[in-house]
Structures are given as C-alpha cells and as structure tokens.
C-alpha cells in the first residue's frame, strides 16, 4: 500500500512570494503547524491508501487527462480558510481560473473508482497552515483580512504528478511517483 495524491507543483516564483505571509503567520503567536515551501502543491486529488497493484491504472488515467489538457496560468490570488473565519482550521491560498478547478474535476470523475470525492472539495487552493489551537485567533483573523485578496504571482500550470506521502514523525516526506505533462 502507498499513501498517494494528485497534485499541480508550485512555482519557486510563488514559494518565494509566499515566504513573507508564512513569516507574518509565525509571528501572530497562533498556535499553527505551517507547510514548508517545499511541500506546497495544489492538490487535485487526494487518493489515500493504495493497492500497489492499481498504480498502472491510475497513471493510464493521469496519462490520458494530461493528453488533452492544454497548458494554461493561473494569479495565484487571496488567503483563505475552512471552515469560515469564526472556526479555522486550515489557511489557504487560492487561484484565479477556473481551468484548475475543471482539471480538478477531470483528475477526480477518472479517479473516482479508487476513492470518491467530497463534493465540497471544489475549491483550487494550496494549503499554507493548519490551526492547532484557538490561540491568538483574533491575529489570525485579522492576518486573513489583511491579505484575502493579496496577489503573489502568476504561474504555468503544465504538468500534474502522482505523489507518494509517507507519514514520519517529522511530518509528511512527498516522492515523485511520476509526472504527466501536458500535450497541448
């Protein structure tokens, strides 16, 4: 078995804009475990536990969607959070396209035998932080305020990957299982 995801890489450009939002989050004293840059990603779909025997048929479908997807930018715009601002638990930043959110729905309707979807996981984001918490809540809020529409940078979405994500105690290590870049 292996713990695997589908995921679009972020560019050094945004981890680098990014860098000062996640100093500003450490320095609001809220109780938070931050995403190391190395580690951002927007996930397109988070498959679980996998039989290592159905790989092959997972990066058949990766293949095929890569295939007819064509390149495209996405603004990486605003933070965010889930739920709403009063419960945080997880700080995000979003997109300004709606083709990440199409290839999304693509990556997840063609991997839906190996795990079915949320619904409401609909949203193109990368996660930054996950509250631990209540601590300096009002901080953070207001941090959230401050940036909601703040704009880090545009970037070439041209390929997805299959990650493998082995739980330490260190916190997640991520492996490039394969990379599917786009035809078009």
Not at 2 to 24: D, G, H, N, T, W
Not at 50 to 75: G, H, Q, S, Y
Not at 164 to 182: D, I, N, Q, W, Y
């Amino acid at each position: 078995m292996k713990r695997l995801f589908v995921a679009v890489p972020v560019s050094e450009e945004v981890k680098e804009r990014i860098k000062p939002v996640l100093s500003e989050l450490s320095k609001t004293g809220a109780d938070l475990k931050l995403v190391p840059l190395s580690h951002l990603h927007f996930t397109l779909k988070f498959l679980g536990d996998v039989d290592e025997k159905i790989i092959p048929e997972i990066e058949k479908k990766l293949v095929e969607i890569a295939a007819r997807t064509k390149t495209f930018e996405v603004l990486v715009t605003g933070i965010g959070v889930f739920p709403p601002l009063e419960r945080i638990n997880v700080l995000w930043i979003g997109v300004e396209n709606p083709n990440l959110v199409s290839l999304m729905k693509a990556v997840g309707k063609e991997l839906d035998f190996v795990r079915k979807d949320d619904p409401s996981e609909d949203v193109a984001h990368l996660t930054i932080a996950r509250v631990k918490t209540g601590r300096n809540k009002k901080e953070l809020q207001e941090l959230v305020k401050k940036n909601e529409k703040k704009e880090f940078s545009t970037m070439k979405v041209d390929k997805i990957i299959l990650f493998e994500s082995e739980l330490t105690r260190e916190g997640p290590v991520h492996k490039v299982v394969k990379e599917f870049e786009f035809n078009l």
